[in-house]
């Protein structure tokens, strides 16, 4: 079974930097994709960031040029450098791992708030 856990969340003013980490635990699969996504209060969750395995990288338009998505795979960590954080990031931020047969593993998410 396996289990992710996101950890790094927290309060932040506006311009500041966080990072994400997503810890691995259980049983190894191979993963196809890897990525995070956020929910807002009264919203939908979307899509921030993705690796697609091995090292394709995707972004939303809001956080290019500021998130950078990265993964160890020695580690089964995959990590979210958040800078020039504004207030519309604020959300939950969840973990998502792809492996083979399109099975999907969600975290439980970390709460990330940027003040003004």
């Known amino acids: 079974q396996v289990q992710l856990v996101e950890s790094g969340g927290g309060l932040v003013q506006s311009g500041g930097s966080l990072t994400l980490s997503c810890a691995q635990s259980?049983?190894?699969?191979?993963?196809?994709?890897m990525g995070w996504y956020r929910q807002a209060p009264g919203k939908e969750r979307e899509l921030v960031a993705t690796?697609?395995?091995?090292?394709?990288?995707n972004y939303a338009d809001s956080v290019k040029g500021r998130f950078t998505i990265s993964r160890d795979s020695a580690k089964d960590t995959m990590y979210l450098l958040m800078n020039s954080l504004k207030p519309e990031d604020t959300a939950v931020y969840y973990c998502?791992?792809?492996?083979?047969?399109?099975?999907?593993?969600w975290g439980q998410g970390t709460q990330v708030t940027v003040s003004s």
């Open positions: 998502h791992v792809v492996v083979h047969g399109g099975i999907d593993y």
């Open positions: 690796i697609n395995v091995p090292d394709r990288t």
């Open positions: 259980g049983r190894l699969f191979t993963i196809y994709a």
